[in-house]
């Protein structure tokens, strides 16, 4: 069975940068399937990030690409979340998750964890 | 860029049947496959329906999808409604590898 588990600071300052990493067990990265990021402001929907393959190739949100950085590390089975210069706005929970072969449903989620930011 | 498009909330009783609908703003709605999540407060979403109608193992045979390409929306039915069934169900569909969500139902069984 696959699992998801999303690690990093719970609270970020405005301007900062936001950094979470997701541990992948169950399954290989390398073995294949894209793994994403999909954020869920409090009180409001789901909004995917962007996603990245084994390989290293990535889809970015165009509304977000100019601050956001995936990469992945298939020695530690896992992958990684950089957001810049984040504001209030950014505040969510952020769900890690496996995505299908192609890129366009996902297949499993991480828990979420909270972040925030404050001064 | 393209949207989808969901009401924001519905409501039905128990053993009813209801219908949630999701809007394409551009385009077919058929040329990209739909997938629903069902998501129940403080927990992660859970795919109920994919590739359009398609179910998960264990999802039960109460929900089903569907396609309606002259009305550009997808559809997602949950027939004799349960209370456990109450939950915000998200819709979602790509363009060009973007994954696209849309907004939101808030469901209410009462």
């Known amino acids: 069975q696959v699992q998801l588990q999303e690690s990093g600071p719970g609270l970020v300052k405005p301007s900062e940068t936001l950094s979470l990493t997701c541990a992948v067990s169950?399954?290989?990265?390398?073995?294949?399937?894209?793994w994403g990021w999909i954020r869920q402001p409090p009180g409001k929907g789901l909004e995917w990030i962007g996603s990245?393959?084994?390989?290293?190739?990535?889809y970015y949100n165009p509304s977000l690409k100019s601050r956001v950085t995936i990469s992945v590390d298939t020695s530690k089975n896992q992958f990684s979340l950089k957001l810049s210069s984040v504001t209030a706005a950014d505040t969510a929970v952020y769900y890690c998750?496996?995505?299908?072969?192609?890129?366009?449903?996902?297949?499993?989620w991480g828990q979420g964890t909270l972040v925030t930011v404050s001064s | 860029n393209f949207m989808l498009t969901q009401p924001h909330s519905v409501s039905e009783s128990p053993g009813k049947t209801v219908t949630i609908s999701c809007t394409g703003s551009?385009?077919?709605?058929?040329?990209?496959?739909v997938q629903w999540y069902q998501q129940r407060p403080g927990s992660a979403p859970t795919t109920v329906i994919y590739?359009?109608?398609?179910?998960p193992s264990g999802v039960p045979d109460r929900f089903s999808g569907s396609i309606d390409s002259s009305s550009n929306s997808a559809s997602l039915t949950i027939s004799g409604l349960k209370t456990e069934d109450e939950a915000d169900y998200y819709c979602?569909?790509?363009?060009?590898?973007?994954?696209?969500f849309g907004g939101g139902t808030k469901l209410t069984v009462l």
């Open positions: 998750a496996r995505l299908d072969r192609e890129a366009v449903k996902i297949d499993y």
């Open positions: 169950g399954y290989s990265i390398s073995s294949g399937y894209y």
């Open positions: 990245i393959y084994h390989s290293g190739s990535t």
């Open positions: 551009s385009g077919s709605i058929a040329s990209n496959y």
């Open positions: 590739e359009d109608n398609q179910r």
């Open positions: 979602q569909s790509y363009d060009s590898s973007n994954l696209v």
